[in-house]
């Protein structure tokens, strides 16, 4: 794996199963120097079923001491159906910032599509229901992992809790290059119509079927080097969830200051303020008005953009590195 991510040079978050935990801590400590972070991959099975928080608080301990420091997100072993709905609010009372298991919507007479069924790609906060008070928890969808795309076609049926037993077809059977196919279509429309986060989940024991000739159902690593060096000459931006947490909750701590509009010259300007650094913070404004076209400033500079259609209308999109301070933006139409 290691050897894979550096030859790539792209990021990857480990989730850590600490129930059967086959990696050393010196293993680990390999591992994050070159160049992997961590997170929780909570197994309610292991030892019996048992779906309570203090098994999952008991995994997040031993995880945080097997790869020497904190961790911060958290995406359950099979922990769909029904049986992932408590998770949020202990891992608030446990310190954990983020979820990342949702995404895909599944059937039980047809095949998982790929799409975000929860109405974005991007980071959103769960809500207590029952307080409907907003939890310091974070869902980072994931859009599909490589299970579906390569495991052949057959209907499961899962009873983990009393009254949430789901019947649902899974498996395409597909080879590395069709699954290809599929990411790049979806890559495609990320870029160009969507402009959101793709989450993919490989799993280390495929990645690494063929280098160490491990006994698993099937091989991933041709999928993922032709998924990154696609995503790469595309110029999209790579990023592990730890990674995307941090810089979505950075995010939301900008504050727009001193907005103004002069109409007399079409000018808006205003200030972004934040505590902390962000690097290419993405913002929009709409590419015309009154038939005039944008023009953008950052800090007195000239700021290049790039033209995006976003529900259906024409935005200038632009990135701004956000430092501790005042950053000042001026848009004018002329």
């Known amino acids: 794996m290691q050897k894979l991510i550096q030859e790539l040079k792209t990021p990857y978050t480990l989730y850590v199963t600490p129930a059967h935990q086959p990696v050393t801590k010196e293993q680990f400590r390999i591992l994050a120097e070159g160049g992997m972070d961590f997170a929780l991959h909570p197994d309610?099975?292991?030892?019996?079923?048992?779906?309570?928080?203090?098994?999952?608080?008991?995994?997040?301990r031993k995880a945080e001491q097997d790869v020497g420091g904190a961790i911060v997100g958290e995406r359950p072993h099979s922990g769909r159906w029904d049986s992932v709905r408590e998770l949020p609010i202990w891992a608030e009372r446990a310190g954990v910032q983020y979820d990342s298991i949702l995404g895909?919507?599944?059937?039980?007479?047809?095949?998982?599509?790929?799409?975000?069924?929860v109405g974005t790609g991007l980071p959103y906060s769960f809500i207590d229901p029952g307080s409907y008070r907003r939890l310091d928890v974070m869902e980072i969808p994931i859009l599909f992992g490589d299970n579906d795309p390569f495991l052949q076609p057959r209907r499961y049926s899962v009873r983990y809790k009393p009254g949430a037993h789901k019947t649902f077809m899974s498996g395409r059977g597909q080879t590395e290059d069709e699954a290809f196919e599929t990411c790049r279509r979806l890559?495609?429309?990320?870029?160009?119509?969507?402009?959101?986060?793709?989450?993919?989940?490989?799993?280390?024991?495929?990645?690494?079927?063929?280098?160490?000739?491990?006994?698993?159902?099937?091989s991933t690593d041709r999928?993922?080097?032709?998924?990154?060096?696609?995503?790469?000459?595309?110029?999209?931006?790579?990023?592990?969830?730890?990674?995307?947490?941090?810089?979505?909750?950075?995010?939301?701590?900008?504050?727009?200051q001193g907005v103004a509009w002069r109409p007399e010259s079409l000018?808006?300007?205003?200030?972004?303020?934040s505590e902390a650094s962000i690097?290419?913070?993405?913002?929009?404004?709409?590419?015309?008005?009154?038939?005039?076209?944008?023009?953008?400033c950052v800090n007195g500079a000239a700021k290049q953009y790039v033209r995006a259609d976003v529900?259906?209308?024409?935005?200038?999109?632009?990135?701004?590195?956000?430092v501790p301070g005042d950053v000042s933006i001026e848009i004018k139409y002329d």
């Open 223 to 256: 999928h993922f080097r032709k998924c990154i060096s696609y995503a790469k000459r595309r110029g999209v931006g790579l990023t592990g969830t730890n990674a995307l947490n941090a810089f979505w909750r950075a995010r939301n701590k900008v504050r727009f």
């Open 311 to 322: 529900l259906g209308q024409p935005q200038a999109m632009f990135t701004v590195d956000v």
């Open 44 to 60: 309610f099975f292991h030892g019996g079923l048992e779906f309570v928080e203090q098994k999952f608080v008991a995994q997040l």
């Open 279 to 296: 690097d290419a913070l993405t913002l929009i404004a709409p590419l015309k008005l009154q038939g005039k076209r944008a023009r953008i």
């Open 104 to 117: 895909q919507k599944w059937w039980k007479s047809k095949p998982a599509y790929e799409g975000y069924w």
């Open 187 to 218: 890559l495609d429309e990320a870029i160009e119509k969507y402009h959101t986060v793709v989450g993919y989940c490989w799993h280390p024991v495929y990645l690494a079927k063929t280098e160490l000739n491990l006994n698993a159902a099937y």
């Open 267 to 273: 000018t808006a300007q205003f200030r972004l303020s």
